[in-house]
């Protein structure tokens, strides 16, 4: 597994299964078009490429081309990079019959083909590096009462709508957001001034 300080935007979810068997990043999914509709998803998106910096890596296909299109339409450039895998074709082993242009997507790719692209594209690699500052943990969420409690439930979705983040995040994609944007102690800050505003 090899850690990469950008985030990655894939198309669907079996992609990002295949990418996340490989890179250590934080991985979005596109849910394919659906992101032309998913604007709460689009600003998630645009605020991880301004902290993080954004890979779009879809497949390379014409629908592939539409997304990454889009992306990149609503994202400054600056903060952009593009992961291309070449045209290879064939079909994915969970498919009975190749997809429209007959070639493999991000699913069906190599490892060694997927570490290539992101290094083609400039992805900034974290071989040999120090160990990053100590993360938001589930343990974290669970002493805020974000989970595990009574009331977590409805504290994560006025957490989620403070923060102006996707209201149908699931906890652990809500963790992996404030990984991403917040560190431990900007999320108490978050938490005490949500409690502050009902108090």
């Known amino acids: 597994m090899v850690k990469i300080r950008e985030a990655i935007v894939v198309e669907g979810r079996y992609d990002k299964n295949t990418l996340s068997q490989i890179v250590d990043a934080p991985i979005f999914q596109t849910d394919g078009f659906g992101i032309f509709r998913d604007r709460e998803k689009m600003r998630l998106l645009r605020r991880a490429a301004e902290r993080l910096g954004l890979i779009i890596f879809t497949d390379s296909d014409g629908a592939g081309f539409v997304i990454r299109n889009h992306i990149k339409s609503?994202?400054?450039?600056?903060?952009?990079?593009?992961?291309?895998?070449?045209?290879?074709?064939?079909?994915?082993?969970?498919?009975?019959?190749?997809?429209?242009?007959?070639?493999?997507?991000?699913?069906?790719?190599?490892?060694?083909?997927?570490?290539?692209?992101?290094?083609?594209?400039?992805?900034?690699?974290?071989?040999?590096?120090?160990?990053?500052?100590?993360?938001?943990?589930?343990?974290?969420?669970?002493?805020?009462?974000?989970?595990?409690?009574?009331?977590?439930?409805?504290?994560?979705?006025?957490?989620?709508?403070?923060?102006?983040?996707?209201?149908?995040?699931?906890?652990?994609?809500?963790?992996?957001?404030l990984n991403m944007l917040y560190s431990l102690d900007e999320l108490k800050a978050a938490v005490a001034a949500l409690e502050t505003d009902n108090g």
């Open 74 to 177: 609503a994202i400054p450039e600056k903060y952009l990079k593009h992961a291309y895998i070449p045209d290879i074709p064939g079909k994915e082993k969970r498919k009975s019959a190749p997809g429209k242009e007959g070639k493999l997507g991000v699913e069906g790719m190599k490892p060694e083909i997927i570490l290539e692209a992101l290094r083609r594209a400039g992805a900034t690699f974290d071989e040999g590096q120090a160990p990053a500052a100590r993360g938001i943990t589930k343990q974290d969420m669970m002493e805020l009462g974000l989970s595990g409690g009574p009331d977590s439930s409805a504290k994560r979705k006025k957490l989620i709508k403070a923060l102006d983040f996707p209201e149908h995040l699931s906890a652990n994609a809500l963790l992996q957001a």
